[in-house]
């Protein structure tokens, strides 16, 4: 059977529950077992049961090879519990299950879990200073600059031929940005950035928006060392200093030699953090961080998914990501370090160890502790990309505040420059409509202006090639779905026919020769 992977989406984990149910109940042998002088038919004993689960779980990209036996046994509790199986008396409800032979059961269909109905979460976007702000106090009145519209024949003989001529314009100078405006920009290209990744039409079923802090993001992006680590504000926030030396011990070992019992070390700081609060990626942010297992097998992806998710989580929490992944990375790939458990490998130990604190949800997740392993391999294999800023996301909001900061020049008629930059892709979107999610109407509109450019016979062959290489640049996606092909683009600018030069038209049949004198004209 093939197991397919599943991406993302809303009730990542329900779909994971149900799509695993189908499996084990498809593929289960069941077979005639006798228990205590009595036969039974259709059944299986827990052992077969513990021994098909996992060899499924392990082959499906949807876990990995890293689920152990104890995982497909917690499993198989969960599946009693729910009613999915039962023992052949026919009880139920419980979570007893061991590895043993004892016998169970399908019922005759097992209860797939319904996804629930969540209320539409509606957030307003970022409100983004526009032309027509501050109009009269930068009417031509007041504007030193006065409108001139440039119509001699002098001007235009000379110059109509190089840049066209020039309509009337004015300088339009824009309110000032304040530090919330700056906040929400930030906010809303983060969510958009990470949306696009994920390739959904929507976040609303695996975020709260309106729970997500800019002021978070900020601090992430602006306040960290050279190595990334995010540095707090509030020291009362951070790690006591007994656990920063502990776990800078390990992180490091054997260069602290004086310290002789690692396993004794290993244990404080495994029992600090099984007692957070909360786990360090957070209630709110669970569904967005699973959504991120149907992109693992797209390495780069889920890496870049990973990166904006934990950009939004509190500073607090991304600096002790950040400390303890780079600690169970080091044990994990150190050969000098003794083993610190006597059942377990230490990759497998630090997984085990730490998974649940990192990943795991405020309500009852079937699955919880499989996908926690799932993504917790992931990023302690990748730890130092994700962890680290992005750069890129960085940049793009830069360069849109300091866009919105300038001043700006306004023409008469449509400003396709404008249309072009980042500020009217965003201005474009109805802000009664608006939900933080991947605009296909605003895509469609960028098609729209695209074809405008192509059509306008306004534009000289030079000002259209020069606006199409900037559409190009900012929306390579688009532009390739216009022009899939360098001849496509070819067709736009046809090249002109050259003259062939006078001489081929009276071409010699015969080759030159050399002037012979054959005879003196001398009398």
């Known amino acids: 059977m093939e197991y397919k992977i599943i991406g993302p989406g809303p ?5 994971l529950w149900n799509k695993i149910i189908e499996l084990f109940r498809a593929g289960m042998s069941l077979q005639k077992h006798r228990i205590h002088f009595r036969s039974y038919d259709n059944c299986f004993s827990a052992s077969e049961a513990v021994e098909y689960l996992h060899d499924l779980l392990r082959c499906n990209q949807n876990f990995g090879p890293d689920v152990s036996r104890k995982q497909t046994i917690q499993l198989l509790k969960k599946f009693l519990k729910n009613h999915v199986t039962e023992d052949v008396k026919g009880r139920w409800g419980t979570e007893d299950v061991e590895d043993n032979g004892c016998l169970y059961k399908f019922l005759p269909s097992s209860p797939l879990k319904s996804f629930p109905k969540k209320a539409m979460c509606r957030s307003d976007p970022p409100e983004f200073p526009g032309w027509e702000e501050n109009e009269p106090e930068t009417s031509q009145e007041h504007n030193p600059m006065k409108s001139i519209t440039m119509r001699s024949d002098l001007w235009y003989k000379r110059h109509s031929i ?5 309509p009337a314009c004015r300088l339009i100078k824009r309110r000032e940005l304040m530090d919330a405006d700056v906040e929400e920009i930030w906010k809303f290209m983060t969510l958009l950035h990470l949306q696009r990744i994920l390739g959904l039409d929507s ?21 960290t060392i050279k190595q990334g680590v995010v540095i707090l504000e509030d020291k009362s926030e951070e790690l006591p200093h007994w656990m920063l ?10 260069d602290f030699s ?13 029992d600090y953090h099984s007692h957070l609060k909360e786990p360090l990626l957070t209630y709110q942010h669970f569904d967005a961080f699973v959504n991120v297992l149907g992109l693992l097998q797209k390495r780069q992806v889920a890496i870049a998914a990973l990166q904006v998710c934990c950009l939004l989580l509190p500073s607090e929490n991304r600096r002790k990501l950040q400390l303890l992944m780079r600690m169970m990375a080091r044990i994990s790939l150190n050969k000098r370090m003794p083993s610190l458990s006597d059942t377990v490998g230490n990759r497998m130990l630090m997984v085990q160890t730490f998974s649940r604190c990192i990943l795991c949800s405020k309500d009852e997740v079937d699955l919880v502790e499989l996908l926690a392993t799932r993504l917790v391999v992931f990023m302690m294999d990748n730890y130092v990309e994700i962890l680290n800023i992005l750069h890129t996301l960085q940049t793009t909001v830069e360069e849109h505040v300091a866009h919105l900061r300038r001043v700006q020049i306004k023409y008469q008629g449509p400003d396709l420059d404008a249309a072009l930059s980042t500020h009217s892709y965003y201005s474009w979107i109805n802000t ?20 405008e450019i192509i059509v306008n016979k306004k534009l000289s062959v030079k000002d259209k090639k020069k606006k199409l290489k900037q559409f190009q640049k900012s929306y390579l996606g688009i532009y390739k779905e216009r022009f ?11 090249e002109k026919p050259k ?19 054959t005879r003196s004209f001398r009398m």
């Not at 030396?245 to 054997?254: F, I």
């Not at 899939?484 to 046809?494: K, Q, R």
Request: hydrophobic share 40%; charged share 25%; aromatic share 10%.
């Open 11 to 15: 009730y990542q984990a329900t779909k």
């Open 162 to 166: 190089a840049i066209g001529e020039i």
């Open 203 to 223: 976040l609303n079923d695996v975020l709260d928006t309106k729970l997500v802090n800019p002021k978070h993001i900020m601090h992430n992006v602006y306040s």
């Open 245 to 254: 030396s502990a776990m800078k011990c390990l992180a490091n070992w054997p």
């Open 258 to 270: 004086d310290m002789k019992q690692p396993r004794d070390v290993f244990k404080t700081i495994a």
């Open 432 to 451: 009664d409509n608006f939900e933080f999610q991947k605009s296909s109407h605003a895509e469609e509109q960028l098609a729209t202006l695209l074809e």
């Open 484 to 494: 899939p092909t360098p001849e496509s683009e070819a067709v736009l600018f046809p």
């Open 499 to 517: 003259l062939k030069p006078l001489l081929l038209f009276f071409a010699l049949k015969k080759p030159f020769q050399p002037f012979q004198r």
